[in-house]
């Protein structure tokens, strides 16, 4: 029988590991949309075939291979490849592997982006003195990230809820500390059952806070 007075209790239990949650999906995000950026770019301007063929194998694979499967080869090969160097946080495992998976994911939506935005623009920038550079990080560059925003809240929502996969290289996140209170009390319906309650609660209010800025953005033109 489901006792639900466990619930509230399994609920703040599992609260505790929000903000670490929150904070490793803003990281893997923030990181994956700069370098996101940088292969977009690249993939956009450069003509190198083997530059290009080797990015387009390296975003194939990465949305062609689960998480699950990227986070154990990270956990198994890393530790070897920097242990000469320092010891290896099972966080190194963690944000190597969701960072490259936003990287995949953000180089083509802002490769997306960018190409939405009028090359005309960019052309008149240019043709009324203003340097390359500038005319591209102050004209098409803002315009861009508005067009890409909505899919930027998208995957930090998914990373929220693959970050799931992360119990099992021994970092603690939401559904970790569900896991923990499942053991500590022998209950094995309520903690997930508060674990998807939090979930839900957190995606909700994201979602508000998101649209919000979305809308303050677009009225601002960034």
């Known amino acids: 029988m489901i006792d639900f007075a466990v619930i509230p209790t399994a609920l703040l239990f599992i609260a505790e590991a929000i903000p670490n949650t929150l904070f490793m999906a803003f990281v893997s995000l923030f990181f994956g949309i700069l370098l996101g950026s940088v292969i977009a ?6 003509k190198n075939v083997i530059v290009n063929g ?3 194998v390296f975003i194939s694979f990465f949305r062609g291979v689960p998480s699950i499967v990227q986070l154990f080869i990270v956990y198994y090969s890393l ?3 920097l242990a000469p160097l320092f010891d290896v946080s ?6 190597t592997t ?9 180089s083509e939506n802002l490769r997306g982006a960018l190409r939405s935005v009028d090359h005309g623009q960019y052309e008149a920038a240019v043709a009324m003195g ?3 550079f500038r005319a591209f990080t102050r004209i098409v560059l803002p315009q861009a990230f508005v067009v890409a925003m909505p899919a930027f809240f998208t995957y930090y929502l998914k990373t929220i809820k693959l970050l799931a996969l992360v119990f099992t290289v021994k970092v603690v996140d939401m559904f970790a500390k569900a896991d923990i209170f499942s053991a500590l009390y022998n209950r094995r319906t309520e ?14 209010l994201l979602t508000l806070f998101f649209n919000w800025w979305e809308k303050r953005l677009r009225s601002k033109g960034f």
């Open 90 to 95: 099972p966080y190194w495992t963690v944000y």
């Open 79 to 81: 530790p070897y490849l």
């Open 41 to 46: 770019l690249i993939r956009i301007r450069s």
């Open 54 to 56: 080797f990015l387009t």
């Open 191 to 204: 903690p997930y059952i508060a674990d998807a309650i939090a979930y839900w609660a957190v995606a909700i």
């Open 98 to 106: 969701f960072i490259l998976y936003n990287t995949v994911y953000q």
């Open 130 to 132: 203003m340097t390359p």
